[in-house]
């Protein structure tokens, strides 16, 4: 059974920087899609980047590309989402997510894709 934990997150002040991390337990294969997505109150679930964790491919949504960085520790299972030049619409929770895949580019974003799950952590950003 896969695990995700989330940790990380909290508040910053707009043009912050904060990193997230998701440590999975019970990976069994390198054929993995890890994502980050989040979800502000009233919107939908969005998706903010994807890896996938054998050949490192990554995708990032268009709000995010130069300020976000998705990085991988292998040996530790943990991803890293670091997020620099942060602004108000970035507030959000921010959710882990994964999913067995040969390759991640198809429909990466959409959220209904994902089998596994992390509990989330809480970004909020100031003006």
């Known amino acids: 059974q896969v695990q995700l934990v989330e940790s990380g997150g909290g508040s910053v002040q707009a043009g912050g920087s904060l990193r997230v991390s998701c440590a999975a337990f019970g990976l069994t294969t390198t054929h993995f899609c890890m994502a980050w997505f989040r979800q502000a109150p009233g919107q939908e679930r969005e998706g903010v980047v994807v890896?996938?964790?054998?050949?490192?491919?990554?995708a990032y949504t268009d709000s995010v590309r130069g300020r976000f960085t998705i990085s991988q520790d292998n040996a530790k299972n943990t991803l890293y989402l670091q997020m620099n030049s942060l602004n108000v619409d970035d507030t959000a929770m921010y959710y882990c997510a994964a999913r067995y895949s040969e390759s991640c580019s198809y429909r990466w974003d959409d959220f209904n894709g994902y089998n596994y799950w992390g509990q989330g952590t809480q970004v909020t950003v100031s003006s």
């Open positions: 890896v996938h964790i054998g050949s490192g491919w990554t």
